[in-house]
């Protein structure tokens, strides 16, 4: 079965500063991909990065990018100079290649403090 | 573009009412289509998923129910809901024969009392 763990149940950051989110997990799968998702107030849930298992770079996407270390199976995210839009809880979810599901982590709720 | 409906935003339903939750998705074809449940500062449940009309897998034993009458249509529903079945109840779709991220609706919250 696989696994999405999320250690931090909350993190705080300043404004402009950088934090990062962890998230380890556990699959018998060699292909796989790995998400993280942000959940505002609203609750829409929206994908913020992506990343497939077998790229060994590490994807980006403007202030957000990711360290993804296969051999630890440890996916964390970065934000770079944090927004007050960037508060939100912050989810990892890994997929499996072999079928069709994503698996969640309990989530990171972000404060950004002005 | 493709884009996904979810309705209603929100239900209060009593004990023992019938539930039927709604989920259509536009400009795709032959998605994957799943239904997840989100407790209050919780992560995502997985609930049911399709990858096909017919076609359902059930992920966790309870008092629901899904089906897909369509290939981009995603019915989530109970015969005689609990108490516990509140909760926000979110549908998704990705794209069918490869793992690509998942797409979500805007989500239901139900209240049963």
């Known amino acids: 079965a696989q696994t999405v763990t999320q250690s931090q149940p909350e993190m705080s950051v300043q404004e402009a500063e950088t934090v990062t989110l962890s998230c380890t997990y556990d699959?018998?799968?060699?292909?796989?991909?790995l998400f993280w998702y942000k959940q505002p107030p609203s609750r829409q849930m929206i994908l913020v990065i992506r990343?497939?298992?077998?790229?060994?770079q590490n994807a980006t996407e403007n202030r957000f990018s990711v360290n993804f270390q296969k051999a630890a199976k440890s996916f964390s995210l970065k934000i770079s100079d944090s927004q007050l839009g960037d508060a939100a809880m912050y989810f990892c979810a890994l997929g499996e290649t072999s079928g069709s599901r994503l698996t969640f982590g309990e989530g990171t709720q972000l404060t950004v403090n002005p | 573009s493709q884009t996904i409906h979810q309705w209603p935003a929100t239900l209060v339903q009593p004990v023992g009412s019938p539930l039927s939750l709604e989920c259509t998705v536009e400009?795709?074809?032959?998605?994957?289509l799943y239904w997840y449940r989100q407790a209050a500062g919780r992560g995502l449940q997985l609930l049911f998923y399709s990858v096909g009309i017919g076609q359902i897998s059930s992920e966790v034993p309870q008092n629901l129910s899904a089906s897909r009458p369509q290939d981009r249509q995603f019915i989530l529903s109970s015969k005689k809901l609990l108490l516990s079945d509140s909760g926000f109840y979110l549908c998704?779709?990705?794209?069918?024969?490869?793992?690509?991220?998942?797409?979500f609706g805007q989500g239901t919250r139900l209240t049963v009392v």
């Open positions: 990343q497939e298992a077998y790229k060994q």
């Open positions: 699959t018998s799968e060699s292909d796989y991909y």
């Open positions: 400009g795709t074809s032959n998605p994957n």
């Open positions: 998704a779709w990705s794209r069918g024969n490869t793992n690509t991220e998942a797409f």
